[in-house]
């Protein structure tokens, strides 16, 4: 087969005129090409040709024009044509080396002629499932998926009712199914219903250390017996006496002559706000003004109506003149008051008991010691005499509540728990 770079018979042959061209040819097979690409690379050379030719005939009849300015200009144009031939070759040259390069299809073809050279396939994930499924051009193989809301509606509600840490176990050696039966006559005698519906318990778990597991038909139904746990608890025992859920507010740059066990003061600070006292479940100082000497310090008032406590966050009260500042509360590190240490609060406390005022072993709200008996800290007072025969109760470092940051057994504690909740960089 005839090679298609070279001509067929379409020009004039080169004799001995061209020698003074120099043609280098490199042995080997040429890449193969389309056949139309090919007709148009061998018109290409045929075009070229005629121009060697003219280009010939121009360089031998120089010596036969005269000298000077025309035979200036004739090299001139020379030049020219030979700088466009140059540039025909390096275009023809680009060419050839885009087709030797590998195509998608040669590509595809080599990949389709190896198939056992393949990856497995991986198995296709829900989610492109559904998204190919949501496509309005795919068929719709899959449902779409419903919302959370929807899908809680089927999921049993779960509710813990926690027992105050002096009171006795509730419901002791009674059988799930009493404490179910139990439960379920409270909350019919509280009128418990949501959208005129019954409150029924299906299933109860206790802990050991007394509290109740409790599950309901769905999550509504859980949270209405924890938010009115003080309307049916003590019905279902007597024992299992339980307070309402409050919110705590925090109350800032409150004068210290507001006394807060003076109902009158109470009242006339609802009176000035339009607040009902019912809705004040307890009031306190943050902060003791007596111990701390200032003539302003914070309150803080635990409300019965979370949205009423919301709105005092945001606008504060006023109080014989004075603006109130609002804040929310955020609770401290937790500390037992049961045994005094940090980490864990009295309801769940495994550890025996230690009194804030007088340093025996019973609970601090049970001690018949209605102040502090020594104004030590019964912790580490209790740490010494583990090591020391006698010891100085007027030593300046027992001076200070097992609550206050001067302990420094409580701030050890604390240093634990803040190291251990801090992430290890490295994993």
């Known amino acids: 087969m005839p090679n298609p770079l070279l001509p067929q018979g379409g020009g004039p ?10 043609m280098y040819v490199t042995e080997g097979s040429l890449p193969d090409v389309d056949s139309q690409l090919a007709d148009r690379l061998t018109k290409l050379i045929d075009t070229l040709i005629p121009r060697l030719e003219s280009l010939e005939r121009a360089v031998s009849g120089q010596a036969s024009k005269p000298s000077g300015a025309a035979r200036a200009d004739s090299f001139n144009t020379l030049l020219v044509r030979i700088e466009e031939i140059a540039a025909n070759m390096a275009r023809l040259e680009k060419k050839v080396e885009t087709l030797s390069l590998p195509t998608p299809s040669n590509m595809m073809d080599q990949a389709a002629a190896r198939p ?10 829900y989610s492109e499932k559904a998204a190919k499924a949501s496509h309005p051009s795919l068929p719709k193989n899959l449902p779409p998926v419903p919302p959370t809301s929807y899908i809680n509606r089927f999921k049993l509600g779960q509710v813990v009712i926690r027992k105050k840490f002096d009171q006795p176990k509730p419901f002791e050696g009674l059988t799930a199914a009493v404490i179910c039966l139990k439960i379920n006559e409270a909350l019919a005698f509280a009128k418990a219903t949501i959208d005129d519906v019954p409150i029924k318990v299906k299933a109860v778990a206790q802990f050991p250390n007394g509290d109740v597991k409790i599950y309901t038909k769905d999550r509504r ?15 279902a025992d007597p024992v299992f006496v339980t307070s309402q859920v ?14 807060v066990d003076n109902r009158n003061h109470v009242e006339l600070l609802c009176k000035q706000n339009k607040i009902d006292p019912k809705e004040i479940q307890k009031i ?11 003539t302003t310090s914070t309150l803080l008032i635990h409300f019965f109506d979370r949205r009423l406590a919301l709105d005092i966050e945001r606008a504060g009260l006023c109080y014989n003149n004075l ?8 609770q401290g590190p937790k500390q037992c008051y049961n045994c005094l240490a940090v980490g864990h609060l009295a309801h769940s406390c495994k550890e025996k008991a230690l009194c804030s005022r007088c340093g ?16 030590n800290c ?3 007072l209790q740490v010494d005499r583990k090591t020391l025969s006698e010891i100085d109760l007027s030593n300046p470092k027992y001076d200070h509540s097992p609550f206050s940051n001067a302990c420094s057994i409580r701030t050890k504690e604390l240093e634990k728990i803040s190291k251990d909740k801090t992430p290890n960089p490295r994993q």
């Open 13 to 22: 042959a080169i004799g001995n005129n061209m020698s003074s061209v120099d």
């Open 116 to 125: 056992g050279n393949l990856p497995p396939r991986p198995v296709p994930l």
């Open 221 to 235: 139904a859980a949270k209405w017996l924890l938010d009115n746990k003080h309307l049916w608890t003590e019905k």
């Open 246 to 259: 409050t919110h705590p507010v925090l109350l800032h740059s409150c004068p210290t002559s507001f006394e």
């Open 284 to 294: 306190r100082w943050l902060l003791n003004p007596k111990t701390s000497g200032k």
């Open 323 to 330: 603006h109130l500042k609002g804040q929310h509360y955020l």
């Open 360 to 375: 025996e072993s019973h609970n601090s709200a049970s001690c018949e010691e209605m102040e502090d008996s020594s104004k």
């Open 378 to 380: 019964q912790r580490c």
